[in-house]
């Protein structure tokens, strides 16, 4: 079956722009998470949600973040006015259930802001 | 808080040698420990957890909470076990994020 996606792959964004990066998590899954990998580091943890609830947002680094997933199942990561600190790769996963056992991730988007 | 530290970035073997990707964590409390493996052009995929004791391809962890440490191993190192290695952990309760470590590059040569 199909797996995570996320969209765009890529995004260059100018500094000061605003940028949406999107998430489908697989279809009946309940939790989504959104993680952010800076070059080099692993993977650190943004958000979680449970069905359109937001749980946890005490890893969204700014209040430039914002993510949502109104209807519980795509949710979209938004930042605004972007800064150079933000180029990362943003990975999405999504679990049946709230235990980390079964995340399964996305293949990211990797934002570059120049 | 709780961390997850591997302090080798890069893990250099030849074909049939055995390999040990280390992994220390702190946590109080009693975590779930996992290793997640990314293979080149393809996401970020769970390998193994503590809790199933289970080896996949040929890999095995044990969770050491004397020494607070959750090391891969395999025996005999194959090419297409170059990958990126992370070491995660979680709590027990509720939905439990994951704190993931900065990633060990293996790179087993023919």
């Known amino acids: 079956g199909a797996g995570v996606s996320q969209s765009p792959r890529y995004k260059v964004a100018k500094r000061g722009q605003d940028v949406a990066l999107r998430c489908d998590p697989i279809?009946?899954?309940?939790?989504l998470f959104w993680y952010q990998q800076a070059l080099g580091q692993g993977p650190e943890f943004l958000t979680y949600?449970?069905?359109?609830?937001?749980?946890?947002k005490s890893g969204l680094p700014s209040d430039r973040f914002f993510a949502e997933r109104p209807e519980g199942s795509v949710s979209t990561l938004k930042i605004q006015r972007t800064q150079q600190e933000d180029s990362a790769v943003y990975l999405c996963?999504?679990?049946?259930?709230?235990?980390?056992?079964?995340?399964?991730f996305g293949p990211g988007t990797r934002l570059t802001v120049t | 808080a709780q961390r997850v530290t591997q302090p080798e970035k890069l893990l250099s073997v030849f074909k049939g040698a055995p390999v040990e990707l280390k992994c220390n964590y702190s946590?109080?409390?009693?975590?779930?420990l996992f290793w997640y493996v990314q293979y080149s052009r393809q996401r970020l995929q769970l390998l193994l957890r503590?809790?199933s004791r289970e080896s996949i391809k040929g890999f095995t962890a044990d969770l050491n909470k004397g020494e607070t440490s959750f090391h891969l191993k395999k025996p005999f190192a194959q090419e297409e076990d170059s990958a990126m290695y992370y070491c995660?952990?979680?709590?027990?309760?509720?939905?439990?994020?994951?704190?993931f470590g900065k990633g060990t590059m293996l790179l087993v040569s023919p």
């Open positions: 996963a999504s679990s049946s259930s709230g235990g980390p056992y079964e995340q399964y």
């Open positions: 279809s009946g899954h309940v939790s």
């Open positions: 949600f449970q069905n359109e609830a937001q749980l946890d």
């Open positions: 946590y109080s409390g009693s975590p779930e």
């Open positions: 503590h809790i």
């Open positions: 995660a952990l979680s709590g027990r309760s509720g939905y439990s994020t994951l704190t």
